[in-house]
């Protein structure tokens, strides 16, 4: 009988170091093609909020638990994950791009790329990561909804339900009102970090 157990134990010792190993080469291997997709995917998120940039630098010394400490003391319910210096062919500073992800959104996190002028104008953002249902919230990503921030100029969004009434006024997707408030949230957020943080005007 001890025998069997100690022949069984060895057995599902020897089983789980096999899986073990052939789980970290599959790491080892796909590592690196994730990453260069991850990678790919925020170089085109960049390029979309800010199409007249010639290239992009991480911030010096940034620090995302500093950053993000900064806006959730403000109220938000977001995280400040990354920023970019947009710069021009001449390597003159155009402006950021704060990577942000909105926490109050209806299922899960929505990350997303937010280009911001050196004047405080919003070029709009780009959704890298949304869990959002589809037809209602995943609608974030659609240009109906997502043109409303582009290109403006303003102290911060609201949500409406209705027409809106100036630049500051976002309206909500339709049965989505939820996602809608998490999307202009994480904007203002943005906008917050920006002018507090990188000599927004």
Do not use: C, W
């Not at 630098?57 to 938000?76: H, N, P, Q, R």
């Not at 209806?106 to 004047?119: E, F, K, L, P, R």
């Amino acid at each position: 009988m001890n025998k069997k157990i100690v022949h069984d134990a060895l057995v599902l010792t020897a089983f789980t170091l096999v899986l073990g190993l052939i789980l970290g080469g599959v790491y080892a291997i796909t590592k690196e093609p994730i990453a260069a997709a991850e990678y790919e995917t925020a170089q085109k998120a960049y390029r979309t909020v800010f199409s007249s940039a010639d290239s992009f630098e991480a911030l010096e010394d940034f620090d995302k638990k500093a950053a993000t400490g900064v806006v959730t003391s403000a109220g938000y319910k977001d995280s400040i994950d990354d920023i970019e210096v947009a710069k021009d062919a001449g390597g003159e500073t155009l402006g950021y791009v704060i990577t942000v992800t909105a926490k109050d959104a209806s299922q899960d996190t929505i990350t997303y790329a937010v280009g911001i002028q050196n004047d405080g104008t919003v070029n709009g953002y780009s959704i890298t990561s949304i869990a959002e249902t589809p037809g209602l919230g995943a609608k974030a990503v659609e240009e109906a909804f997502y043109s409303q921030f582009n290109n403006k100029n303003v102290d911060e969004f609201t949500v409406v339900k209705q027409t809106p009434g100036d630049d500051s006024e976002i309206e909500s997707i339709s049965g989505a009102t939820i996602t809608s408030r998490a999307m202009a949230n994480g904007v203002n957020a943005a906008l917050y970090y920006f002018r507090q943080e990188l000599g927004g005007e």
